[in-house]
C-alpha cells in the first residue's frame, strides 16, 4: 500500500467533484511551464505520472489554445487536463481488471492490429515500444469490456417491442410527394422587382384556371419548364425549408402561394401525397435490437466500472 501526505483515501466517485474544484481554483499548472515528472495519482498499485497526462492531453491542449486566451484558455486546459486524468484512471483500473482475470493479447493480435491501422493510413511506428504498449492496451480493454460487459447485456422480445411503441417515430418512412413547380430565378437583387412581377402573373393566370403546365412553360426558368413543370417524387425533409413550410398544408391538386428564396420564386403544385407510414415490428426488428443492446450495454458497463472504483484505492496527488 501506498504511503501518501495529507491526501485522503477516497475512491474517484467521492472526491471527483473536490478534484474539479482544486483543478477550478489553481493557478495555471503544467501547461505553461516545464515542470519535473511526478506523480499525479495513484491507482492501487500503478501510479500515473505528469508526462502520462501531458502526453494525453498535448492534441487537446494545442487546439484549444488556437481557439482561446487568457483566463478562459487557463479554464479549458484545466477542465481538459481534470477529463483526461479521469479516462486515465478509469483506463487503468479497466487494464488491472483485465490482467486479474488473466485476458491476454497475443503478439500476433498485436501486430495484426498495427497491420490494419497501417492500412488505413494511421499506423503508429512498430519500433516504438510505447506505441506498441498503447495498441496492446487498447486490444486488452476491447476484450475485457466484452468479456465482462457485453458478453453478459441480454435483450429479450418484450424489451425491443417497448422500445418499438416508445419511439415509434424513429422508424416512420418521411411523408412523399409528387410536385410540379414553376420557378422564376432572380440572378442578381436589381432583377427582384422583375422576378417578382413576373411570378406574380403566372400566379395570376394559375387563378384564372389556366393549366398549370401551360403557365410553367411560359414563364419558368427552371430546366422541367418543358415537362410542365413536374419536379417527380420528392420525400419530407428533402425540400428547402420554406418550401416544406408551404407546401405542409397542401392537398393533392393544391397550389403554394408564391415561395421567395435567395435564387428567386417558386410557385409549387401538390400532385399527390403519400402519408407518413410506420414500419412493422418485423421490419424494424434487428435495428431495434442493436439500438436496446447499446443502450444496455453502456448502462452495464457504467455499473461495472462504477464497481471497479469503488473497490480501488485512488488518490489524485495534482
Do not use: C
Not at 500476433?108 to 519500433?127: F, I
Not at 416512420?172 to 413547380?181: G, I, M
Not at 420564386?265 to 426488428?285: A, G, T, Y
Amino acid at each position: 500500500m501506498f504511503s501518501v501526505s495529507r491526501s485522503p483515501r477516497l475512491p474517484l466517485r467521492r472526491n471527483a467533484a473536490v478534484w474539479l474544484v482544486v483543478l477550478l481554483i489553481l493557478p495555471p499548472t503544467f501547461a505553461a511551464a516545464h515542470l519535473e515528472d511526478r506523480i499525479i495519482a495513484v491507482v492501487n498499485s500503478d501510479l500515473i505520472m505528469l508526462s502520462d497526462l501531458k502526453r494525453e492531453v498535448a492534441s487537446q491542449q494545442e487546439r484549444i489554445t488556437r481557439q482561446h486566451q487568457g483566463d478562459d484558455l487557463a479554464h479549458r486546459v484545466k477542465i481538459a487536463e481534470y477529463m483526461a486524468i479521469t479516462k486515465m484512471i478509469e483506463r487503468k483500473l479497466q487494464l488491472q481488471e483485465a490482467k486479474a482475470k488473466k485476458v491476454e493479447v497475443s503478439d500476433q493480435e498485436v501486430s495484426q492490429a498495427l497491420e490494419q491501422l497501417k492500412q488505413r493510413g494511421a499506423a503508429p511506428d512498430p519500433s516504438n515500444a510505447l506505441n506498441t504498449r498503447t495498441v496492446r492496451d487498447q486490444l486488452m480493454l476491447l476484450k475485457v469490456v466484452d468479456r465482462e460487459v457485453r458478453g453478459n447485456v441480454m435483450v429479450g422480445d418484450s424489451e425491443m417491442k417497448r422500445y418499438y411503441y416508445e419511439h415509434r417515430d424513429r422508424f416512420a418512412l418521411p411523408e412523399e410527394y409528387l410536385l410540379s413547380q414553376i420557378f422564376v430565378q432572380r440572378r442578381s437583387p436589381e432583377e427582384t422587382a422583375d422576378a417578382l412581377t413576373k411570378v406574380r402573373r403566372a400566379m395570376d393566370e394559375l387563378k384564372r384556371g389556366e393549366k398549370f403546365e401551360d403557365v410553367a412553360l411560359q414563364y419558368s426558368d427552371a430546366p422541367n419548364a418543358v415537362q410542365g413543370g413536374r419536379l417527380g417524387l420528392v420525400r419530407q425533409g428533402e425540400l428547402l425549408p420554406a418550401i416544406e413550410r408551404a407546401i405542409a398544408a397542401l392537398v393533392p391538386g393544391g397550389i403554394s402561394d408564391i415561395i421567395e428564396n435567395t435564387d428567386g420564386f417558386h410557385i409549387i403544385r401538390m400532385d399527390d401525397k403519400k402519408p407518413k407510414q410506420f414500419r412493422s415490428f418485423e421490419q424494424v426488428r434487428y435495428e431495434i435490437h442493436g439500438l436496446v443492446f447499446e443502450q444496455k450495454n453502456e448502462d452495464v458497463f457504467q455499473s461495472w466500472l462504477t464497481g471497479l472504483k469503488n473497490k480501488a484505492y485512488i488518490e489524485i496527488k495534482f
